[in-house]
């Protein structure tokens, strides 16, 4: 079965910059589009961004203009690059489909901004 493994979260300063990777077990080619998911603590996951196959992206309004999703599917990989960012983005960040049936989730990767 298909997981994911996220990684690149850590700490950062408000305003400050990271890129996650988000790397398949196996191929991402057949899946139409992929997603960046985060939770923070006493809250719901919910999505962040999409891409399609066609590299057309969708952003949540509280992230627009501050984020980039990205994939390779020669790699099997989706990536966030994360910028500007806020103490409200502190959360565990994750990766699953987002078209067709999620596959179980991942681990994830801690987010923290902090001063």
């Known amino acids: 079965q298909l997981q994911f493994v996220e990684s690149g979260g850590g700490l950062a300063q408000p305003g400050g910059s990271l890129r996650l990777s988000c790397v398949a077990s196996?191929?991402?080619?057949?899946?139409?589009?992929m997603g960046w998911y985060r939770q923070a603590p006493g809250k719901q996951r919910e999505l962040v961004a999409m891409?399609?196959?066609?590299?057309?992206?969708q952003y949540a309004d509280f992230v627009e203009g501050r984020f980039t999703i990205s994939r390779d599917n020669a790699k099997s990989t989706v990536w966030l690059q994360m910028n500007s960012l806020k103490t409200d983005d502190t959360a565990v960040y994750y990766c699953?489909?987002?078209?067709?049936?999620?596959?179980?989730w991942g681990q994830g990767t801690q987010v923290t901004v902090s001063s």
């Open positions: 699953n489909r987002n078209s067709g049936p999620l596959v179980s």
């Open positions: 196996g191929s991402i080619s057949n899946i139409v589009a």
């Open positions: 891409i399609s196959n066609g590299a057309r992206t």
